[in-house]
């Protein structure tokens, strides 16, 4: 049973343009979000996070945006550039989980010149 | 060292055969967690470790699967009598004491291919 689902496999945006992947999760019990990212042939780096008992969270080019009635989150990546281009993977966690992340499945990012 | 570490980076395996997989935390971190990503899908949470104790085994196939921490060695996850299914990328993470998700430090993985 999966409780966080990224919809989108893939999205191409042009270079400078705003990139938005989208991420629902089921578990009203999650309480905290993470972002990460993956190259080819590496593992996953941590990118950005947002609590609960937040609705954004900004850092740099990347906003997180929670919408904890609908059980969504977003990230925003702007001005997208082309070494943006990899796996992005939305996690979450509830609390007392021992840490144990939720993975999405990935959406896939291309930002082409 | 500065980067999670393990090895090997692929494994081929017969089925039926034993697969061992091994993993160097980060020098200072105490929790220790193995993730499993199936065909590029999600990551599935296996089990992690706070020092050498088991802190949750929620995620782990315990028929065939065990992990250990000892102190002053790497860490290691082995599949006993491995399936076609257990084909996956087996990733290993580590975190400092007092550091939340967003100091989980990934390794690059190891590639497990049964055949």
């Known amino acids: 049973d999966q409780q966080v689902k990224q919809n989108s496999p893939s999205l191409s945006v042009q270079e400078g343009r705003i990139s938005i992947l989208n991420c629902d999760y089921t578990n009203s019990m999650f309480d905290y979000f993470l972002w990460y990212k993956k190259y080819p042939a590496e593992g996953p780096t941590f990118l950005i996070s947002?609590?609960?008992?937040?609705d954004k969270n900004e850092d740099g080019r990347f906003t997180v945006f929670l919408n904890k009635s609908a059980k969504h989150l977003s990230l925003h990546i702007v001005p997208s550039q082309p070494g943006d281009s990899a796996v992005y993977f939305c996690?979450?966690?509830?609390?007392?989980?021992?840490?144990?992340?939720?993975f999405g499945k990935g959406t896939s990012l291309l930002v082409t010149p | 060292g500065e980067e999670v570490a393990q090895t090997p980076k692929h494994l081929v395996r017969g089925e039926g055969q034993k697969a061992k997989l091994y993993c160097a935390p980060i020098k200072g971190h105490s929790y220790v967690f193995w993730y499993q990503q199936v065909l590029k899908n999600e990551f599935k949470f296996l089990i992690s470790f706070q020092n050498e104790n088991v802190f949750d085994e929620t995620g782990m196939p315990k028929e065939r699967f065990s992990a250990k921490c000892l102190p002053n060695s790497p860490c290691s996850l082995e599949i006993q009598a491995t399936k076609l299914e257990d084909s996956a990328v087996y990733f290993c993470?580590?975190?400092?004491?007092?550091?939340?998700?967003?100091?989980?430090?990934f390794g690059s993985g190891t590639q497990l291919s049964v055949l």
């Open positions: 993470a580590s975190s400092p004491q007092q550091g939340g998700y967003e100091k989980l430090f």
């Open positions: 996690a979450a966690s509830a609390k007392n989980s021992g840490y144990a992340l939720n």
């Open positions: 947002i609590s609960s008992i937040k």
